[in-house]
């Protein structure tokens, strides 16, 4: 502003005394000099007088900017820098995995058995054999990781039109331990333990059902101390559809499972024991083979029963696309009343072979898992196609009580056409000795042929 000023009032300075001198024409140098001088005197004042306008505006101006400031209070603090958060990443595995930020995961999960067959027992026995079909499981649920080293586990099963959980887990995971808290599998057996979606026959041993084995809530531990050794431990009280309830178990399980160069080996052992809440009672007894018929023919009836203790022994073995495995457990009924308490054992030995391949049968972490075809029916190829015969025997007579024995010799045909598809068929031919139905002449020794198939699919 100063610097527009000075150059007007130069301008001025110098068109001033010329414009003067026209008008007036002064008669000698002298007196237009003077009067040059005095024009330039009076525009320097005026500048002077410009200038302390200038500065007197910029001081209010500044005055009224400090009162402004001082009214407002000190500065706010600069706002902190916002850290764009990744985006959220979503992977496939048979089902979409949600990753985000802070370690966060969200995968659902599910499976779907249709099961259809048929059993044929001596007509004299009265028995509903025939065909006979049903949806054998209907799951759906979620699982995911928690940031702080915990993940969850929830699944619904919709069988019979009604939902009952399966699964309600929290487990926490700090290196080689894991703790398993809510419904979950206790840690009975090798056969037990395995999902039911890498089963090589449609439903699993005779002696686990017969047993009772089934999910509790409970708290567990799972530890690793060294390399294919696993210990697992836990205590537990009912099923989540008994709750409220008295009954408490605490069971054990030891693998082993060392790798032989590319072979599998599986070692384990197991312990379980039970008490039964006062004036409930026990019964031991099972299918033939399928889950679609409710007759049993071999059945202990109701036993009073103060505790139950069970062992079991457990060995496999995976080489290339041949596996064997076998099973025993022995499950103890302390009766009341009785002297002698029954002891009942059920046991089965199976070997498998991959006819398709590069096929071998999946285990992870001490239970068999997931078999990938190596040309999958989508890539043009055929899928896995695995035989499996089996020996199957539960002898539930002991010590006075006669609940009958069965023998099963079963075969399956298992194809896998893709990671999440299969398909199971199944025949077994079950022996029994003093089984509960008796033929019309009496007799309690005969056999029942037994067909079943099922379509599978999981996420």
Avoid: C
Wanted: net charge negative.
């Amino acid at each position: 502003m100063k610097k527009i000023l000075s150059i007007v009032l130069v301008g001025a300075t110098a068109l001033t005394p010329v414009a003067a001198l026209t008008q007036e024409m002064p008669s000698s140098v002298a007196d237009q000099l003077a009067a040059m001088k005095a024009e330039i005197d009076r525009l320097k004042q005026r500048v002077v007088e410009l200038e302390t306008q200038q500065a007197g505006k910029a001081a209010t101006i500044q005055t009224e900017m400090n009162a402004v400031v001082k009214a407002a209070g000190p500065p706010a603090p600069p706002a902190p820098a916002v850290t764009a958060k990744e985006p959220a990443q979503i992977s496939w595995g048979g089902a979409p995995k949600i990753t985000g930020d802070g370690g966060w995961s969200f995968k659902p999960r599910g499976r779907l058995n249709l099961d259809a067959g048929s059993f044929n027992a001596p007509d004299s026995t009265g028995r509903q054999d025939g065909f006979n079909s049903e949806i054998r499981r209907v799951r759906l649920g979620v699982e995911g990781d928690v940031p702080g080293g915990f993940s969850y586990k929830f699944e619904f099963d919709f069988e019979g039109n009604a939902a009952t959980v399966t699964d309600a887990i929290l487990s926490y995971e700090d290196g080689p331990l894991t703790v398993n808290m809510g419904q979950h599998n206790n840690f009975q057996s090798l056969e037990e333990l395995t999902s039911s979606r890498w089963s090589s026959f449609i439903e699993r041993a005779a002696f686990t059902d017969a047993f009772g084995f089934e999910r509790r809530v409970g708290i567990s531990a799972e530890i690793e101390p060294a390399d294919a050794l696993l210990i697992q431990a836990g205590v537990f009280t009912d099923n989540i559809g008994d709750l409220p309830g008295k009954a408490f178990s605490a069971d054990g399980r030891l693998a082993f499972f060392p790798k032989l160069g590319e072979d599998q080996l599986h070692l384990g052992t197991s312990v379980h024991h039970t008490d039964v809440p006062e004036d409930d009672t026990v019964r031991y007894r099972q299918r033939p083979l399928v889950h679609f018929t409710s007759e049993r023919f071999i059945n202990t009836g109701n036993l009073p029963t103060s505790s139950e203790f069970g062992a079991g022994v457990e060995a496999a073995y995976i080489s290339g696309p041949f596996h064997v495995v076998g099973e025993g457990f022995w499950q103890q009924a302390d009766l009341v009343g009785v002297m002698q308490d029954p002891t009942f054992f059920g046991a089965y030995v199976e070997a498998g072979l991959y006819l398709t391949k590069g096929e071998k049968r999946g285990y992870k972490g001490g239970t068999f898992n997931r078999t990938r075809p190596q040309s999958p029916v989508d890539e043009g190829g055929i899928g896995a196609i695995q035989i499996n015969v089996r020996y199957d025997h539960l002898d539930l007579t002991d010590s006075g009580i006669v609940g009958g024995t069965q023998d099963g010799y079963m075969a399956s045909l298992v194809w896998i056409p893709t990671d999440y598809t299969r398909f199971l068929f199944n025949y077994g031919r079950l022996d029994y000795t003093d089984a509960v139905f008796p033929t019309a002449t009496g007799d309690r020794d005969y056999s029942v042929d037994v067909f079943g198939m099922r379509a599978q699919i999981d996420f």
